[in-house]
């Protein structure tokens, strides 16, 4: 359930997320997030082979610095991704396509913290081809 006063979690076996308490009986992957400057959590459960007929995939933000001399993103250490959406969105899928957000050296981790104020910072935005399933928490 997505609550929107989420601190941050300690160590497992148990997450206290706020007024969620999520016990983690698989170990999986929490990860944080932006969604309108208020921190959520998602489960990374890896990238989903699908095709993009059918599926509604809204954005997941992935911030990078560039790309290393293989062609790989280099991800900005410390950044949370930013979401489009919550569960309570009229828009909200577990599957997510993944944009990347090229930002340039002297960018502070975390300063962006919104899909909106990621548009109004006119960083390039690069959509790739890959779905990644990520239920929010």
Not at 20 to 40: D, G, Q, S
Not at 51 to 56: E, M, Q, R, S, V
Request: net charge neutral; aromatic share 16%.
């Amino acid at each position: 359930m997505w609550r929107r006063n989420f601190t941050a979690p300690p160590s497992f076996p148990y997450y206290s997320l706020g007024e969620l308490i999520y016990n983690n009986p698989l170990r999986e992957r929490v990860v944080p997030a932006w969604y309108n400057n208020f921190t959520v959590y998602y489960l990374d459960l890896g990238e989903t082979k699908v095709t993009k007929a059918g599926i509604k995939t809204p954005p997941i933000y992935f911030f990078i610095r560039g790309y290393d001399e293989e062609g790989r993103p280099l991800l900005v250490h410390g950044q949370y991704n930013v979401l489009s959406a919550v569960p309570v969105s009229e828009n909200y899928t577990s599957f997510w396509q993944v944009h990347l957000v090229e930002v340039p050296f002297g960018y502070q981790p975390n300063f962006i913290r919104s899909e909106l104020s990621l548009r109004k910072a006119g960083f390039e935005v690069t959509p790739i081809d890959l779905i990644i399933n990520c239920p929010v928490l």
